[in-house]
């Protein structure tokens, strides 16, 4: 390395106090902008305020650049200024620049750095489980996308989601851990819930264990929400609604159940289609009264569709991924 190159800050000094050699001009064309422009703005402002007129004094920048470097690890620095005509107002560019590289310096020091993001995604019929730094996991729906910082800052822990996911979070003393879904934001300290927030539904979050805020992200009047109780935001309301929770298989994309305990047909053709990724149609108006009580682990489609045909005496017809319910209608 040549110890004679000029420094980032040696460089930026100059071009800020109006004394940019060629070198420092290609130089500065090198550089990220952001970071550039970020670092020439705080170097500006010491310069601004600690600038004097310059009529009466030319300072012997290359000099004192001499004398900083040699004695700045001390924090002892001497400045040799060289007057014009022996008048007397003092305008030093050498001491200008040793305070914007000081100030700027301790910026760039003491700044929080951004960690880096991770983001998985699942396509249909897909699952996956995520454990984060903090020891908290999470296990993603199909179609969603979760996003997360490969470590959590001190402060907090904050994560991104759109989709489906059932959360169990870990203790951390202090840290909230916030997600942040389609316009609403969800807090806890350790807790279990399922939270789904796909694109044009409503939020929806299940609480299982331990306490949960739940709000607009725009506004802090949340609602919290106790095991048993789910909250929703619609797309057009602004205030979260408590309520019992109301479907008892809001898990069963993560816990393999199924269970129907006197559901109606048309609610639980729902519940297939979402949990298979298909589409039901109920031909024969009479049957939505029909009711159905039973319980399936690990289901498979035909299995679960046999069963009902058998107990509910329907008649069951598949076109691609749609299927089609008809029959004579419940007593």
């Known amino acids: 390395m040549n110890e004679n190159r000029p420094t980032f800050w040696e460089h930026l ?35 601004k305020n600690t600038s004097l007129p310059t009529d009466s ?25 060289v007057k014009k005509n022996n008048t007397g107002v003092i ?14 310096s301790a910026y760039f020091l003491t700044r929080p750095t951004q960690p880096a993001w991770t983001e998985i995604r699942t396509a249909a019929n897909e699952t996956k489980t995520i454990r984060l730094a903090d020891g908290s996991t999470v296990a993603l729906n199909q179609k969603s996308v979760f996003s997360y910082p490969t470590n959590f800052q001190k ?14 979070v870990a203790k951390a003393e202090g840290k909230r851990f916030t997600i942040y879904a389609e316009g609403t934001k969800t807090e806890v300290i350790g807790t279990s819930f399922n939270l789904r927030a796909y694109a044009h539904e409503p939020v929806k979050v ?11 992200t725009e506004t802090d009047d949340a609602i919290f929400l106790v095991p048993g109780q789910e909250g ?10 408590k309520q019992i929770i109301q479907n008892e298989n809001f898990r069963s994309w993560e816990t393999k159940n199924l269970t129907f305990s006197n559901m109606q047909l ?4 729902a519940e297939l289609e979402s949990y298979f990724n298909i589409k039901i149609t109920i031909q024969n108006q009479a049957l939505l009264q029909c009711r159905f009580t039973t319980s399936f682990r690990n289901p498979d489609l035909k299995e679960v569709l046999d069963i009902l045909a058998v107990t509910g005496n329907l008649t069951i017809t598949q076109k691609g991924t749609e299927y089609f319910i008809t029959g004579p209608g419940c007593n």
């Open 13 to 47: 000094a100059r071009e800020v106090s109006g004394n940019a050699s060629e070198e420092s001009k290609a130089w500065a064309q090198q550089q990220p902008e952001p970071e550039l422009n970020e670092a020439r703005t705080q170097a500006e402002r010491v310069w």
């Open 57 to 81: 004094y030319e300072p012997d920048v290359e000099r004192g650049w001499q004398r900083f470097q040699l004695k700045v690890q001390a924090r002892e620095i001497s400045l040799t200024l």
């Open 91 to 104: 305008r030093w560019a050498v001491a200008a620049t040793i305070s914007l590289l000081m100030v700027a």
């Open 155 to 168: 402060e907090n822990r904050i994560v991104k989601l759109t989709g489906e996911a059932f959360f169990e």
């Open 206 to 216: 299940q609480v299982v264990t331990g306490k949960v805020a739940f709000a607009r």
């Open 232 to 241: 929703v935001i619609g797309e057009k309301t602004t205030v979260a609604q």
């Open 266 to 269: 048309d609610q639980l053709a």
